[in-house]
């Protein structure tokens, strides 16, 4: 089809100095021509309709003011992972060492927290080895994995006083894991 407009390109061509902008001062240069710095400038000024608009349930949120608060990176405990094959890998290494991992009737008995670690993931490979894992956070696959090779799961049970056994079976009557929950240090010492 025929164009029978001139294109707004041709603006820019030939001799004007302000190439449509008008004026001497600040052609569509900084921020006062686009409404402010950012995106969320104006959103309490002249966007103010669109904030309304398209807010939840017209408060301004999450357009407009603070909402919440940031923990102090203080109280807020680190999470140090191992995957579950780089751990199974270690497990005999770990037992000639003494003391950070024990075996009893056949399954490995490691502490995550003795070894520097809190979280068990659940990648890398397969476990070959039976092992009773006692750590703050476990990953579902992690769970899966420890689990299929015949072993269990202490985790931190959230208010802080015990460790809740996963996983566990009739089978398992181990004077020492036999109960359900077992007494810890205390909350922010597990």
Known sequence: M???FEKKARKYRGGSRTHGWGGRVGQHRKSGSSGGR??????????WSFVMK????????PFYGK???????????????INVG???SMLDELVSKG???QV????????????????LLGRGGKVSKPMVVKAVWVSRKAEEKIRAAGGALLSWCGGGSAWLILGVDSSMLWSQYCVMYLPCPGPGKP
Do not use: C
């Open 104 to 119: 009893v009737d056949g399954k490995y008995v490691v502490d995550l927290l003795k070894i520097g670690f809190n979280k």
């Open 2 to 4: 025929v164009r029978r």
């Open 38 to 47: 950012g995106g969320r400038s104006g959103l309490h000024k002249h966007k």
């Open 86 to 88: 780089e751990l199974d």
């Open 54 to 61: 398209y807010a939840e349930d017209s408060s301004g949120y």
């Open 99 to 101: 003391g950070l991992v």
């Open 67 to 81: 909402h919440g608060f940031k923990q102090p990176e203080t109280i807020v405990a680190a999470r140090l992972g």
